[in-house]
């Protein structure tokens, strides 16, 4: 079992911070590209950033220069350091696991967390 749970949404004004964490627990032993999507209200599933496991990042261009991704490799977990914070932010935000392996050595493509809700206040 792998579990990718999400934490630190909520409501914020616009101009606020926020900072996303993403714990990957469970079986799962190594984890590869890891990314934050977002979805708005009656609208798709959209990248946000993106990292690998060797700490290559790449942004939607929408938040290139206000949001941040990184990770803790040893604790398995992710992190989107999100300031200047715009209405437009307003989403759910999705922790994405590209490719990760576990104990057994199955490999875990394409794991998503729950979400957690994003609401920035005008």
């Known amino acids: 079992q792998v579990q990718l749970v999400e934490s630190g949404g909520g409501l914020v004004q616009a101009g606020g911070s926020l900072r996303l964490s993403c714990a990957a627990s469970?079986?799962?032993?190594?984890?590869?590209?890891m990314a934050w999507y977002r979805q708005a209200p009656e609208s798709q599933r959209k990248l946000v950033a993106r990292?690998?496991?060797?700490?290559?990042?790449n942004y939607a261009d929408s938040v290139k220069g206000r949001f941040t991704i990184s990770r803790d490799n040893a604790k398995n977990t992710l992190y989107l350091q999100m300031n200047s914070l715009k209405s437009e932010d307003t989403a759910v935000y999705y922790c994405?696991?590209?490719?990760?392996?576990?104990?057994?050595?199955?490999?875990?493509?394409?794991?998503w967390g729950k979400g957690t809700l994003v609401t920035v206040s005008s």
């Open positions: 990292i690998t496991s060797g700490g290559n990042t």
């Open positions: 469970g079986s799962i032993v190594s984890v590869n590209d």
């Open positions: 994405n696991l590209g490719w990760g392996r576990t104990v057994t050595g199955d490999n875990v493509i394409d794991y």
